[in-house]
C-alpha cells in the first residue's frame, strides 16, 4: 500500500478511479478483496483506510496463531 500511495502521488492528473481500478486489480485473491467486491470503496482514502484496516486485523491473526502455537508447545512439554 505504500509503494503504491508513493507511486500514485508522482503521477500527475491522476485519475482517482483509475488508480482504483489498477489497485484493486493487483491485490491477491482473500477477504480484503471478497470485501471491495461486495461493496467497493468510495474514494483512494476509503480504499487506503479499509486495507490499514485489513493488513491490523491479519496481523493480529497471525499474533494470536503463535501465541496459541507456543501455548500447545508448552503444554505438550508439561505432559511429557
Do not use: Y
Request: aromatic fraction near 4%; glycine fraction near 4%; charge should be positive.
Amino acid at each position: 500500500m505504500e509503494r503504491f500511495g508513493r507511486v500514485a502521488l508522482s503521477i500527475r492528473n491522476l485519475i482517482s478511479e483509475v488508480a482504483m481500478h489498477h489497485m484493486v486489480t493487483a491485490l491477491r485473491l482473500g477477504p480484503f478483496v471478497n470485501s471491495l467486491c461486495k461493496r467497493p470503496a468510495a474514494n483512494l482514502d476509503e480504499l487506503r483506510e479499509r486495507a490499514t484496516k485489513f493488513m491490523q486485523l491479519e496481523e493480529l491473526l497471525c499474533f494470536k496463531s503463535q501465541i496459541r502455537a507456543e501455548e500447545e508447545l508448552i503444554e505438550g512439554i508439561r505432559r511429557r
